[in-house]
């Protein structure tokens, strides 16, 4: 029995970091004796709240999937000649897919309509009302994909995570000299307003089930 071709299925939004997800692709594509890339992107239409290019062609009126298609087919055409020309390799197949809905679920129900060998695509690090709404797509794919899913990110690109700062010098002081019955600093007592402490009996020698009283710290 022939062996099926390698394939590839990039999502791809038009953005600099799905640019860097579709050359990754040729790229896996070229080392495969026989290979397919399927390149798709999805048709959301939230523009009102999104703006143009966070999941597709995203806009506020109806965007027909043939213009979508010619669309993409242009851009993806002009970037498979840049790939091409700058590394000389190929690969035996390429193809653009046009879908609409959920981006995470499209790209990763395309990848198992076509029983994908990998799916590629590139991560934005959003954050704030941007991923609330539509959540991050990449992690999305990688929950729902039914095959292995290569997530890119520029080099230089740190992952967009809270900065968790170390304890205030002036707070620890506080709790050392106050032996834990003060836990802020003047400054953080503001900030943190009333605070609970806990306060409890060692169980050694003491009544079965000792009561518990917890009260509140005052200014």
């Not at 129900?109 to 959540?135: K, N, P, Y």
């Not at 003047?186 to 009260?215: D, L, V």
């Amino acid at each position: 029995m022939t062996k099926s071709a390698y394939k590839i299925v990039v999502g791809y939004d038009y953005s600099p970091t799905a640019d860097l997800a579709l050359e990754r692709a040729f790229d896996l594509a070229a080392r495969e004796k026989e290979a397919e890339v399927h390149v798709v992107t999805v048709v959301v239409q939230m523009g009102d709240y999104l703006g143009p290019g966070v999941a597709g062609l995203a806009a506020t009126a109806p965007v027909p999937l043939d213009d979508a298609y010619e669309a993409l087919q242009a851009r993806i055409g002009e970037r498979i000649s840049a790939w091409q020309n700058a590394t000389k390799q190929t690969f035996g197949r390429l193809c653009v897919h046009v879908r609409s809905e959920v981006p995470s679920a499209e790209i990763a129900q395309l990848a198992s309509d076509l029983e994908a060998d990998l799916v590629v695509i590139g991560t934005h690090g959003r954050r704030g009302f941007r991923r609330l709404l539509l959540g991050s797509v990449a992690e999305g794919v990688v929950r729902l994909a039914h095959c292995p899913v290569l997530v890119v990110r520029p080099k230089d690109q740190r992952p967009q995570v809270p900065e968790i700062e170390p304890p205030c010098p002036r707070c620890v002081e506080a709790r050392q000299a106050s032996g834990g019955q003060e836990l802020w600093c003047e400054q953080h007592r503001e900030r943190h307003g009333q605070r609970h402490t806990y306060h409890y009996q060692s169980r050694t020698g003491a009544p079965s089930n000792p009561p518990m009283f917890i009260g509140m710290q005052g200014r």
